[in-house]
Nanobody, 120 residues
């Protein structure tokens, strides 16, 4: 199983980006998917999470600027980021809880980070 994140880059303050993360490999079912971020010198923190029933949870610091969504049929999760600020600069990581067969339990998998840099 692999999670492949993409969509990071350099953006000016106030700009927008959309991150994507695709899960591939032997996948029976996916439970929750989410995005985390880690800025230099800081701990990794939860940004947003979406369950398989579509319910979402966001970090308080976002104040409505980001939106998480998923395409369950394609094993994709997205993060639309608006009104970006310099303090949003970080590596963004996707995470999924999934199982590879009906006989196995759920495991957490991480994608590689995609760098978002917010700077003028």
């Amino acid at each position: 199983v692999q999670l492949q994140a993409s969509g990071g880059g350099l953006v000016q303050p106030g700009g927008s980006l959309r991150l994507s993360c695709a899960a591939s490999g032997t996948i029976f079912s996916i439970n929750a998917m989410g995005w985390y971020r880690q800025a230099p010198g800081k701990q990794r923190e939860l940004v947003a999470r979406i369950s398989n029933d579509g319910s979402t949870m966001y970090a308080d610091f976002l104040k409505g600027r980001f939106t998480i969504s998923r395409d369950s049929a394609k094993n994709l999760v997205y993060l639309k980021m608006n009104s970006l600020k310099p303090e949003d600069t970080a590596f963004y990581y996707c995470k999924a809880g999934l199982r590879s067969s009906p006989a196995t339990g759920y495991r957490h998998y991480w994608g590689q980070g995609t760098l978002v840099t917010v700077s003028s």
